[in-house]
């Protein structure tokens, strides 16, 4: 954040990436809502990104998740998304953000975390 201002509750919080190999961030299309929210970022508390624990290679590229909170939902409670950043060795792509549907609407859901789990059949 601008400022050495912290991007806890703050309303203009946005997610940035730099390559590994150091270069310009690049701001992350997660950042913004969906149009039809009529929501804009900065102004929807983007904060607390956390990546994957493990990325993907595929077709000469590398496949990062990474989770972040966002107050983009309509009842303005945050709410964690998911967005893939794609590595091709020359350039980052992002995209949008996808809900992650399975967490409970009406609770603060500030801190992403990754885990492995096991399912037992």
Sequence with gaps: MPGGSSSYANPAAEV?????GGGTR???GANDPPTCTGKMSPGVENSW?????DASAANN???YWLTFSSIRDTAAIPQLYVTPVVDDGTSLTTYPALYLWNQPDDEH???PAWDYFQIVQ
């Design 16 to 20: 940035y990436v730099i390559p590994a």
């Design 26 to 28: 690049v701001r992350l």
């Design 49 to 53: 990104p956390k990546w994957a624990p």
């Design 61 to 63: 590229k590398t496949y």
């Design 109 to 111: 859901n500030h801190t």
